[in-house]
T-cell receptor
Framework: AQKITQTQPGMFVQEKEAVTLDCTYDTSDQSYGLFWYKQPSSGEMIFLIYQGSYDEQNATEGRYSLNFQKARKSANLVISASQLGDSAMYFCAMREWNNNDMRFGAGTRLTVKP | ETGVTQTPRHLVMGMTNKKSLKCEQH?????MYWYKQSAKKPLELMFV???????ENNSVPSRFSPECPNSSHLFLHLHTLQPEDSALYLCASSQDRLLIDNEQFFGPGTRLTVL
């Protein structure tokens, strides 16, 4: 069964606007971690932000924030003030206490329009 | 060099060739990983090494053979591959395999084409 679901294959956003990339996950573990990575066309996966299942506050890193809704099992990435350099693939991933492997979603391709 | 490096960046090989992919991490991490990224599929974990010991092999065909001579280096030896093995192969490392909050640091990948 798919553990991480990203329902948006592609998204467009105007430069300087905010965009939300969706991620839902499936786990029976109480302890788990959620990650977002960015993959530009160069191929390298770049770590953006982390949210632990026990963290009470939503994680933020600069222009990136994570809208964590535990009861709904969603961990959406919010990018504020989009820049042209934000155009890339974005992957949501999860690690569970009972399974240390990082599992990735299918990704969302974000295109920032000038 | 910093972070995680991979060589070569691009590789074209025939089905009867033998080649190796190399990964090196300069972060002092204890765990290293090989992933396969095919078009239209999520990243697939292939192999995991922790403290130079292989801890996981996710049913990868034997034509892929990993080697981890020390905690900084990881190889993926390839032989008699199939065209469907064409993909981006990503190497990653993390401080500790067991800590949930440890992010993985990725290399730039090797784009492999099997003819």
């Amino acid at each position: 069964a798919q553990k991480i679901t990203q329902t948006q294959p592609g998204m467009f956003v105007q430069e300087k606007e905010a965009v939300t990339l969706d991620c839902t996950y499936d786990t029976s573990d109480q302890s788990y971690g959620l990650f977002w990575y960015k993959q530009p066309s160069s191929g390298e996966m770049i770590f953006l932000i982390y949210q632990g299942s026990y963290d009470e506050q939503n994680a933020t890193e600069g222009r990136y924030s994570l809208n964590f809704q535990k009861a709904r099992k969603s961990a959406n990435l919010v990018i504020s003030a989009s820049q042209l350099g934000d155009s890339a693939m974005y992957f949501c991933a999860m690690r569970e206490w009972n399974n240390n492997d990082m599992r990735f979603g299918a990704g969302t391709r974000l295109t920032v329009k000038p | 060099e910093t972070g995680v490096t991979q060589t070569p960046r691009h590789l074209v090989m025939g089905m009867t060739n033998k080649k190796s992919l190399k990964c090196e991490q300069h972060l002092g991490h204890n765990a290293m990983y090989w992933y396969k990224q095919s078009a239209k599929k999520p990243l697939e974990l292939m192999f995991v090494y922790s403290l130079e010991e292989r801890v996981e092999n996710n049913s990868v065909p034997s034509r892929f053979s990993p080697e981890c001579p020390n905690s900084s280096h990881l190889f993926l030896h390839l032989h008699t591959l199939q065209p469907e093995d064409s993909a981006l192969y990503l190497c990653a490392s993390s401080q500790d395999r067991l800590l949930i909050d440890n992010e993985q640091f990725f290399g730039p990948g090797t784009r492999l084409t099997v003819l």
